[in-house]
């Protein structure tokens, strides 16, 4: 079992920075991806940012050049730096493992954090 805990949430003015932790407790595996994922009120979440184990970062276009993933795995701990922050990336902020059944990664299942609002003001 894996539990996620999400913080560093605040409200920032446009054009701001905020850093995102996700504290992991439980075994992380080689099937596993951290992702980080957003919804805003009224919208479907999307997924923001990926990292794999093998440390291969993935972004949505409406984020790339702006925000960053890591993960330190000394301290369980997956990050999310976010720069020249703009109002539209006003969310909730959600801490995700997915974790692959197999290495065919034709099926999976999820864990979650508990989620940090994120406002940015124009």
């Known amino acids: 079992q894996v539990q996620l805990v999400d913080s560093g949430g605040s409200l920032v003015q446009a054009g701001g920075s905020l850093r995102l932790s996700c504290a992991v407790s439980g075994m992380i595996t080689s099937l596993d991806d951290m992702n980080w994922y957003r919804q805003a009120p009224g919208k479907q979440r999307e997924l923001v940012a990926t990292?794999?184990?093998?440390?291969?970062?993935k972004y949505a276009d409406s984020v790339k050049g702006r925000f960053t993933i890591s993960r330190d795995n000394a301290k369980n701990t997956v990050y999310l730096q976010m720069n020249s922050l703009k109002p539209e990336d006003t969310a909730a902020y959600y801490c995700?493992?997915?974790?692959?059944?197999?290495?065919?990664?034709?099926?999976?299942?999820?864990?979650w954090g508990q989620g940090t609002q994120v406002t940015v003001s124009s």
């Open positions: 995700n493992v997915r974790r692959w059944r197999s290495i065919v990664r034709a099926s999976s299942y999820d864990f």
């Open positions: 990292i794999t184990t093998g440390g291969s970062t």
